[in-house]
């Protein structure tokens, strides 16, 4: 499946523990990435500054569902069932 261009649920809905450019500390789950454009597109999607957690990322039905708002309660529910996974 490819990216349903308008959407940004993975640069939202989901925590990232490492740091990334702009974000030293990661991203907090619920925050809207600093590289997520007005339009919901990655202003870092090709680049290798990327991180690999958001590279690795591929989008699915599974968790993306069949629009925005099915992905981002899709990943919102997977972030709080991996939130305190060891």
């Given at each position: 499946m490819e990216c349903r261009i308008g959407c940004g649920a993975c640069c939202i809905a989901p925590s990232i523990s490492s740091p990334l450019p702009g974000m030293p500390f990661g991203k907090l789950a619920g925050?809207?990435?600093v590289h997520l454009t007005e339009t919901l597109q990655c202003r870092l999607y090709g680049q290798p500054e990327r991180p690999q957690v958001c590279s690795s990322f591929k989008a699915s039905i599974d968790s993306c569902g069949h629009s925005q708002q099915e992905?981002?309660?899709?990943l919102f529910?997977?972030?709080r069932l991996t939130v305190?996974?060891?």
């Open positions: 925050v809207r990435c992905a981002l309660a899709m529910k997977l972030e305190n996974s060891p």
